[in-house]
């Protein structure tokens, strides 16, 4: 998807931070997998001791017009040392699900990716953020998450829910 800008580029076995809604300080998140091609990192997050609430996944096909709303932290302040407050930006789903990324028109800001991508009316992902380009964002969508869980995983059988493979995911790295 060459029209879009990729900001971060991590790496397995890399390091970075990641931000929960309900914590107080970031936390410190390990890369376990990543997939260029699909633009997908799988982040496992070390000692996280408040408790946190998953988010479920729309695991059906979406439909160009439908309401979406991502979610991100907003950095305020000096890049040194931000401040980070959550933000939502709607908009609508501007494609059809037989392209490889979801269109969104809703906006974004810099740093967003990996934020999700929410179905206003059932409040379920449908993708992650990838990147933007003016007044539009792409995503990756929930059939491409699980393709990448899939193969990570050797092969699971690609019928399990998302977070039955994340479960597994988290019971190799205990």
């Not at 309401?67 to 890049?79: D, H, K, Q």
């Not at 800001?109 to 059932?122: F, T």
């Not at 990448?148 to 994340?166: E, H, S």
Request: hydrophobic share 40%.
């Amino acid at each position: 998807f060459r029209e879009h800008e990729f900001s971060v580029i991590v790496e397995d076995g890399g390091t970075m931070y990641a931000y929960f809604s309900n914590s107080v300080a970031p936390y410190n998140a390990r890369v376990l997998y990543t997939d260029e091609h699909r633009d997908l990192a799988l982040l496992w997050a070390e000692e996280v001791v408040e408790p946190m609430t998953s988010l479920r996944f729309f695991d059906s096909p979406y439909a160009s017009g439908w309401n979406v709303v991502a979610l991100s932290f907003i950095s305020l302040g000096a890049s040194s040392n931000p401040i980070l407050e959550p933000g939502t930006f709607s908009g609508d789903i501007t494609n059809e699900p037989d392209e490889p990324h979801l269109h969104c028109s809703c906006s974004s800001k810099e740093a967003a990716s990996g934020s999700p991508i929410i179905l206003a009316n059932v409040n379920e992902v449908v993708g992650v953020l990838g990147g933007a380009s003016r007044a539009s964002v792409y995503a990756v969508p929930v059939r491409t998450i699980k393709e990448f869980l899939g193969q990570r995983l050797g092969g699971v059988n690609m019928d399990m829910p998302i977070a039955g493979m994340v479960r597994l995911v988290a019971l190799q790295q205990a």
